[in-house]
């Protein structure tokens, strides 16, 4: 048997299947301490990617300057046109341009967290009102993690509903459940609903948080200009 973490592990990678992964889900359902625990590890898991990420970054900041030190120390040792504060005026300002030009690179670059904003959750239906105020709670406070376990009811009864589908799509998303979250965008997509080009929207970001930038341009072009999302497409498509 594996331990609780190797479980947790295979549920986030989506790897825990059959009656394993039916077991997890019920269990995150009747023991909110342990769904807790499940958000919980994977909201570190990003915490220690994001410190890797900008590790790496300062890693390679560090060998650019040292490159650009080597360079000047050589070039001081072959000549004497270039003073020695001259030469620490030019490593700062060296140092400053490649510090300017990270940030403008980095904030170019169109990443999922500036496009993920999700209008609050405000939807009205017959019955289940105790059930779907929870849910609505749950899903504006950021809690996907909850909301989705709880959608899932919400989303089986309410199959015709394309607007409670699009909110269960958003928590799998997410919760970095990508190919729910494209099963589910893909079925409002395909229909005729008001819903139909948010869902395509959602498509494309799907893609572009899991970095895979062909298949968002590929959603984001099958938007139109009448669409209400339009904009929002647009703004991506020409930063992608």
Avoid: C
């Amino acid at each position: 048997m594996n331990s609780k973490y190797e479980q947790i592990e295979k549920y986030w990678q989506g790897k825990l299947e059959g009656s394993d992964l039916k077991a997890f889900e019920k269990q995150m359902q009747v023991d909110a301490n342990f769904a807790e625990e499940v958000g919980l590890y994977k909201e570190i898991e990003k915490s220690i990617a994001h410190r890797f990420k900008h590790q790496k970054k300062e890693s390679e900041l560090r060998t650019t300057l040292n490159k650009i030190q080597k360079e000047q120390d050589f070039s001081k040792k072959t000549s004497k046109v270039i003073p020695l504060m001259g030469y620490k005026k030019w490593l700062v300002a060296a140092s400053i341009a490649v510090l300017v030009g990270l940030f403008f690179f980095q904030n170019d670059t169109a990443t999922y967290s500036d496009y993920a904003n999700h209008e609050p959750m405000e939807v009205s239906v017959r019955g289940n009102s105790s059930t779907l105020d929870q849910v609505q709670k749950l899903f504006n406070e950021k809690d996907y993690l909850l909301a989705n376990t709880h959608l899932s009811r919400l989303a089986d009864f309410y199959k015709d509903n394309a607007e409670i589908q699009l909110y269960y799509g958003i928590t799998f998303l997410e919760t970095d459940q990508y190919e729910m979250a494209k099963m589910t965008f893909e079925k409002i997509a395909d229909g005729n609903s008001l819903f139909k080009y948010k869902a395509t929207w959602y498509l494309a970001l799907n893609a572009l948080k899991q970095n895979d930038i062909e298949a968002s341009k590929h959603y984001l072009k099958q938007i139109p200009e009448e669409a209400a999302v339009y904009d929002k497409a647009k703004s991506l498509l020409d930063k992608l």
